[in-house]
Nanobody, 124 residues
Framework: QVQLVESGGGLVQAGGSLRLSCAAS????????MGWFRQAPGKEREFVAAINWSGDSLYYADSVKGRFTISRDNAKNTVYLQMNSLRPEDTAVYYC?????????????????WGQGTQVTVSS
């Protein structure tokens, strides 16, 4: 089993920044790729960013490329999502997830374990 706990969400004005954290426990975190997804009200969950086990391979959705940065600290069992230049359309519940494999995946169906989510609200 893997437990994932997100934190760092909140209310921010457009153009502002937030850093989300996802703390993992229950298995050897450093072996596994991780992903961030988001779900806005009335919309399907969508891929945001993913990182492989070592942190040297990254992948982003086009909508966040150049604004968001995914990273990880395996010593702290934590993955981060630095979000800059936030827009109202970034408003959503953000989830971290893992698929218990070493690589990168962008489909939510590939992920087995999910956190409870953290709300990000960007005001205009």
């Amino acid at each position: 089993q893997v437990q994932l706990v997100e934190s760092g969400g909140g209310l921010v004005q457009a153009g502002g920044s937030l850093r989300l954290s996802c703390a993992a426990s229950g298995r050897t975190f450093s072996y596994y790729g991780m992903g961030w997804f988001r779900q806005a009200p009335g919309k399907e969950r969508e891929f945001v960013a993913a990182i492989n086990w070592s942190g040297d391979s990254l992948y982003y959705a086009d909508s966040v490329k150049g604004r968001f940065t995914i990273s990880r600290d395996n010593a702290k069992n934590t993955v981060y999502l630095q979000m800059n230049s936030l827009r109202p359309e970034d408003t959503a519940v953000y989830y971290c997830a893992t698929h218990l494999a070493s690589g990168i995946y962008a489909r939510s169906n590939d992920y087995s374990y999910w956190g409870q989510g953290t709300q990000v609200t960007v005001s205009s």
